[in-house]
Each structure stands twice: as structure tokens, then as C-alpha cells.
T-cell receptor, first 114, second 114 residues
Framework: GAVVSQHPSWVICKSGTSVKIECRSL??????MFWYRQFPKQSLMLMAT?????????EQGVEKDKFLINHASLTLSTLTVTSAHPEDSSFYIC??????????FGPGTRLTVL | GNSVTQMEGPVTLSEEAFLTINCTYT??????LFWYVQYPGEGLQLLLK?????DKGSNKGFEATYRKETTSFHLEKGSVQVSDSAVYFC?????????????FGTGTQLKVEL
């Protein structure tokens, strides 16, 4: 299957700082990318859907000003957690959709906010 | 709304044992159903899928049958191997809007021992 990478794989930051996570589709063009959040022993919760060149669509309860999503190209989407707080600590996973609509997932980014 | 319930883990089996991971769902209409697998340090990979009632998805010795009458999509394998150790996620994609959005279960960790 197609490959999606995420960078960094883990990050630790201080409360109040911003953190950017990159999601890249390495061998296909992802017209749509999804961002998920996963808490320990819980399911993946969809945060937002982004189409290349358009504003992201956020799920109910997700603060769009806190979780900034940019999908400027068909191979790159970024998630920026602004003014991070300890409750934002989580595992963030992205996925990209190719022409056949199957989602290909990245390996995830572990964020720890101190 | 849509929801997926799967059995809690971890499930620990000896090599060559029979595997069943239960998954039930709640959705309107006829959603598509999926099993994803996540090996340590990697992203989620599509294992198998079924798009209509009574369909059987199969891959790598794993099988799951779409049972509309019991709203279930249980994952089975006749003889597990150590290399099958991973986290397994059941998921659905609804038919009432939402595009390619997936709803996931909480994941079931499988450990296979020699």
C-alpha cells in the first residue's frame, strides 16, 4: 500500500508553546487528509478533514483556532497545536486518501506537554 | 450516530491457536466495515473489508463476515503466528453523508507467544 510519514514521531514541549506536526504522503497524491487523536486504550477520534487548497472541516468539539491545519499541497498537511497545555498530550495520527478512497495512515506522533 | 464496539484486550494466545476478536457496530443503513492492523511503530494498515451484508473479507488468513442481522463483523484466524502480534481496529464508514470518514473501535491488542 501507499506510504504516509509523520514528523516528528514524538515531541515534548512546555506548556504555552506551539508544536507543528507534519504529515506527508510519500508515493501518492492525497487529495484529502484526515487528522485523528488517540488517547490511551481509546479509539481514534477524527479531529478534522482537510482537502488540498481548502480550509479544513473540523469535527464538533474540536477548536479550530487551537488545532491549525494546513494542506497546502497534495503531499503535505500540517497540524499545529497552538498554546499547548498538558491536556493536549496525546497521540496524533494522520491519514491520506488516494484516488480509490482508501485511507493510508501515518505512524503517529506522540505529543507530551509539560 | 455511528459507533463501533470491540472486545477489550490484550488477548494472549499461543502460536497456532484460533483467534476471534469480536466487533459490533451501530449505524443506519448499510455501512462499509473494515479491520485495520497496527504493528509496533507503524501506521494502521487495512487488513480486510466488506461493503455489503453477507460479504466476507479475507486477507493473510484472517476473515470477517458482514452480519447485518447481528450488526457484527468478527475477525477470525484459524492459526495465529507470533508475527500476528499487533493492535487490531474495527471500523465502519457510514453511508449517510460524512464522505470518507471512518469510525473506529478502541482497538484490541493481540499477543501471540511461542
Amino acid at each position: 500500500g501507499a506510504v504516509v510519514s509523520q514528523h516528528p514521531s514524538w515531541v515534548i514541549c512546555k506548556s504555552g508553546t506551539s508544536v507543528k506536526i507534519e504529515c506527508r504522503s510519500l508515493d501518492f497524491q492525497a487529495t484529502t487528509m484526515f487528522w485523528y487523536r488517540q488517547f490511551p486504550k481509546q479509539s481514534l477520534m477524527l479531529m478534522a478533514t482537510s482537502n488540498e487548497g481548502s480550509k479544513a472541516t473540523y469535527e464538533q468539539g474540536v477548536e479550530k483556532d487551537k488545532f491549525l491545519i494546513n494542506h497546502a499541497s497534495l503531499t503535505l498537511s500540517t497540524l499545529t497545536v497552538t498554546s499547548a497545555h498538558p491536556e493536549d498530550s496525546s497521540f496524533y495520527i494522520c491519514s491520506g486518501t488516494s484516488g480509490n478512497n482508501e485511507q493510508f495512515f501515518g505512524p503517529g506522533t506522540r505529543l507530551t506537554v509539560l | 450516530g455511528n459507533s463501533v464496539t470491540q472486545m477489550e484486550g490484550p488477548v494472549t494466545l499461543s502460536e497456532e491457536a484460533f483467534l476471534t476478536i469480536n466487533c459490533t457496530y451501530t449505524a443506519t443503513g448499510y455501512p462499509s466495515l473494515f479491520w485495520y492492523v497496527q504493528y509496533p511503530g507503524e501506521g494502521l494498515q487495512l487488513l480486510l473489508k466488506a461493503t455489503k451484508a453477507d460479504d466476507k473479507g479475507s486477507n493473510k488468513g484472517f476473515e470477517a463476515t458482514y452480519r447485518k442481522e447481528t450488526t457484527s463483523f468478527h475477525l477470525e484466524k484459524g492459526s495465529v503466528q507470533v508475527s500476528d502480534s499487533a493492535v487490531y481496529f474495527c471500523a465502519l464508514k457510514g453511508v449517510t453523508g460524512g464522505g470518507n470518514k471512518l469510525t473506529f473501535g478502541t482497538g484490541t491488542q493481540l499477543k501471540v507467544e511461542l
